[in-house]
């Protein structure tokens, strides 16, 4: 099975796809769609749809993880990147993949077995799973992994 997972932002939107083959998970891609700062909100969504749409249909995946939004302060940041993980779900739905969602607390659990582990702690976890020897750049793309790897524990492939 093959999964891609999506770390949701406007300017910068991390992608990681994995394949798991009995059980066995390795890297496939990974990486960042980004949009300019001072571009229109419409414009920096339709580039992220096209981008998708092309990885989805190079790497064809069967299944897609999404982060769910972690609110902070910053409405508009919410905003915006809300409006990031509709156009991803969007994606997904046209590529008729089967989407699941996970809370970041959820991410850390299943990667370090603590739902509050620091950022560089479940980067670690990325590279030593995935059995890479550096970790993923930029953090867009281990935060994407990380997704796609937490999905993974939940199949019985």
């Known amino acids: 099975m093959r999964i891609i997972g999506i770390d949701p932002g406007t300017g910068i939107l991390g992608f990681g796809i994995v394949d798991v083959v009995k ?3 390795s890297l496939v891609d990974a990486g960042v769609i980004r949009t300019p ?4 909100d419409a414009v920096r969504l339709l580039t992220i749809y096209e981008e998708l749409t092309d990885i989805i249909a190079q790497t064809k995946p069967s299944e897609m993880a999404v982060e769910k939004l972690f609110f902070s302060q910053n409405v508009t940041t919410a905003m915006t990147v809300s409006q ?4 991803v779900l969007l994606t997904a739905m046209q590529a008729k993949l089967k989407i699941s969602e996970y809370t970041p607390g959820q991410i850390k659990q299943a990667l370090t077995g603590y739902g509050k582990a620091e950022k560089k702690q479940i980067q670690e976890m990325v590279r030593v799973i995935l059995k890479l020897k550096v970790v993923p750049q930029p953090d867009d793309a281990a935060d994407a992994l990380a ?3 937490t999905h993974s524990m939940t199949l019985s492939v």
């Open 23 to 25: 059980g066995k998970i």
């Open 37 to 40: 700062v001072k571009e229109d």
């Open 84 to 87: 990031a993980r509709g156009v």
């Open 147 to 149: 997704t796609a790897i």
